[in-house]
Structure formats: C-alpha cells, structure tokens
C-alpha cells in the first residue's frame, strides 16, 4: 500500500539552528499539505501546495518557516531559526486530484528545540 | 468560520464496552466530516468520512459514525472496544468548496483490560 514517505523521524535541535524536513507524496497526488501538531492538540495546516505551487501558505510563519515542491513531488519544509516554541510533530498528507478531501498522513518528524 | 470541538480530552473505557466520542462543528453550509485515528508518535489514519447521503457512515476497524445536522455533530461509536483502540482520536470538518481541513483537540482513548 502506497504511503506518504517523511524523515526523518526525529530530530533534535539548539534553538537558532537550521532544520529540514521532507516529505514525499503518495505518488500520482498533485496536491500536499505541511501540517504542524503540538503536543496536546490537532493539526494546524501551514502550507498547501497543488503540483509545485503554493495554494494556501496563511499560517505559514515566514520569518523563519519556507516551503518548496520544486518539481510537483517532492517536499521540503525549513525553519532558520528555529525557536523553543517550534517544537511540535511536523506532519505531511496528500490527496489525489479527484478526492480532494481525502488526506493521507505520513508518520511525521518529531522535533525537539533545546 | 469553520470550527470543530471535541468536548472530551480523555475517556477511558473497558476492552469490551461500547465507545461514543462526541464531534460538534460549525460551519454554514453542509459540511464534509472525517474521523482520524493517531497511535503514538505516529501520522493520523482516516478512519470515515461523510460527504453527504446515508447519515450513518461505516469505517474501518468497526468503527461508525452518525451525521446530525440539527445538532451539528458527528459522534464516532464502537459497539465493543479493544485494547488496540487506544489512541488519540481527531475529528476534522472541511469545506466543500475547498480541500482545507480544520481540526479539533483530538479525545484519548485510554483502553483497560
């Protein structure tokens, strides 16, 4: 069975530190979401992207946080710098075009700001 | 504004006994409803969904759920629990003009032998 594919699983970091997390899609689906999940709490949508361009980037602090899906696949979300309070699950989805509404979750990137 | 509450943090119920997690939501228009299930420290797997029809929807691992638009809720049962159903469980609502999803604080089901 097809899954959405992120890594790394955890990640421990200093505050003003850069870090990366990727994701790649279940293959076929042209739309991707970053979600952000703190402890205690349900995802919050950061960036949507549909094929390699941004749809929805509302919540998306971009002082520090940048999205890209350079060639419609796959995904990178940075934070530079990164900050205590950033320490959540970083989850990623995707949906294929003629269900939309269906999300399928990959396992997330735990991340740890020291 | 599209909202979910999930009024219960934490329930726990015997491996066996029937499960009702409650889902209120708010948004004007008829809404599509899901159902998620996180197991520890992992990504969040949809459980049902409700787009429109039959109110009373069937998922995975026996669980079902029952779309009431007087009172805006959309409760997730089981009719007998087992132990592998602890997790946190998410309700989400989305729009039916956009693929965005909102969700709530999630419930922790806590499962006793």
């Known amino acids: 069975e097809a899954e959405v594919a992120q890594s790394p699983r955890y990640k421990i970091t200093e505050k003003s530190q850069a870090v990366a997390f990727w994701c790649d899609p279940i293959?076929?689906?042209?739309?991707l979401y970053w979600y952000r999940q703190i402890l205690g709490q349900g995802p919050e949508l950061l960036v949507q992207?549909?094929?390699?361009?941004?749809?929805?980037d509302s919540q998306l602090p971009k002082d520090r946080f940048s999205a890209e899906r350079l060639k419609g696949v796959d995904s990178t979300l940075k934070i530079q710098p990164a900050e205590l309070g950033d320490s959540a699950m970083y989850l990623c989805?995707?949906?294929?075009?003629?269900?939309?509404?269906?999300?399928?979750f990959g396992a997330g990137t735990r991340l740890s700001v020291l | 504004a599209q909202s979910v509450t999930q009024p219960d943090i934490h329930i726990t119920v015997s491996e066996g006994a029937s499960l009702e997690l409650r889902c209120n939501y708010s948004?004007?228009?008829?809404?599509?409803l899901f159902w998620y299930v996180q197991s520890p420290g992992q990504g969040l797997q949809l459980l049902l969904k409700?787009?429109?029809?039959?109110?009373l929807v069937q998922g995975i691992k026996g669980f079902e759920a029952e779309f009431k638009r007087s009172q805006s809720s959309f409760n997730l049962r089981k009719p007998s629990v087992h132990w592998s159903d602890a997790a946190e469980y998410f309700c989400?609502?989305?729009?039916?003009?956009?693929?965005?999803?909102?969700f709530g604080t999630g419930t922790r089901l806590q499962v006793f032998p």
């Open positions: 992207f549909q094929d390699e361009s941004v749809v929805d």
């Open positions: 948004y004007g228009a008829t809404p599509y």
């Open positions: 989805a995707s949906s294929p075009e003629l269900a939309k509404n269906i999300q399928y």
């Open positions: 293959s076929g689906h042209a739309t």
């Open positions: 409700y787009f429109s029809g039959d109110t």
């Open positions: 989400a609502v989305g729009a039916g003009n956009t693929d965005k999803l909102i």
